[in-house]
């Protein structure tokens, strides 16, 4: 799958220790047999077990080791995308496992550096997954499970078998309240259709649209993750909005873990479309707004014990009285 507009696509691979990311991996490359896929593993520790155990098949694994991406690696990460990047005749496809502790966003938010990076790489989708037998238990006592889930776009519920259809659905329930609108595949043994994967990630702005529309209502909490839309009649002031946004996120950095949504800004014909990924976030045109469409703004937010009279306050100094 070669991407018409020559950026390299990417595939981000996350979940908590044991979900099955590598045999997913396996999987996901195996049921490719005429794409080249080039693979980033990491892991902690210096000898990566992980890297050992990908199908041959990849045309080539890198190892970044002794670290986490999450944090003192995102260097050596750019670095190697950099080099990668050199290299690009060789490969059509790069996908980048993270450790089972590794908080998704910051992953992102190297790819997100804008300049080189937003030229040569496209971001197509993270994909979190998620083990049907122990997903609560690590969202009930790591918050690491929670951002992984938070910011993925796509949660694959793994070894599916065993489990009740009851207990699935309560899964996905849970899963769709802590992330609303989020798309969740069923599976067993790392296996999952590409072929949806693949269309799902052409979709990704568009289904961003969707669920914010869809979810107007939301609001929930879940051992301290709280998740809650904000909705605006007026429209915002952008640059007033970018500069608010920047300092929230650099201050709240710990605590939002999520934020996704469409906004109104006047003179523009279209959506703007939203998204946070740790303390950066992007700003891009959506859909055009519609003549019939009531122009509104509706913002979706994921956080850990986030008040929202405070963010609705923050929000509604932006706004254009």
Known sequence: M???????????????????????????????????ILVIENEVGKANIDGALIVQSAVDVKELTAGCLCCDLNEKLYDMLYELAQRRSEYDML????????????????????????????LKATICVADAHNMEESLEKTE???????????????????????????????????????????????AFSTRDILAFSEQVSSKTETTVHTDLDTKHKHHGI????????????????????????????HQI??????????????????????????????SEWQPDEVRKSTIVFIGNDVEKESIE???????IK
């Open 144 to 190: 690491e499970a929670i951002r992984q889930l938070a910011f993925a776009n796509l949660v694959l519920l793994n070894k599916c078998e065993g489990v009740n259809v009851e207990n699935i659905k309560h899964l996905t329930t849970l899963i769709q309240n802590i992330h609303p609108g989020i798309t969740v595949f069923q599976g067993s043994e790392g």
């Open 313 to 319: 306050r923050v929000f509604r100094q932006c706004l």
């Open 95 to 122: 996908v980048i496992e993270t450790t089972g502790i590794a908080d998704p966003s910051s992953v992102a938010e190297t790819i997100w550096t804008g300049g080189f990076m937003d030229k040569t790489y496209d």
């Open 2 to 36: 070669i991407d018409n507009n020559n950026k390299i696509p990417i595939y981000i691979i996350t979940g908590f220790l044991g979900s099955g990311k590598t045999t997913f991996l396996n999987h996901f490359i195996k049921s490719q047999p005429t794409v080249r």
């Open 257 to 286: 873990y999520r934020i996704k949504g469409i906004l109104d800004v006047p003179d523009m014909e279209n959506k703007v479309i939203i998204q946070s990924v740790f303390k950066s976030f992007r700003m891009e045109e959506g």
């Open 226 to 253: 709280n998740t809650f839309t904000l909705t605006f009649d007026l429209p915002f002031d952008y640059r007033q909005l970018r500069h608010t946004l920047m300092l929230l996120l650099n201050i709240n950095k």
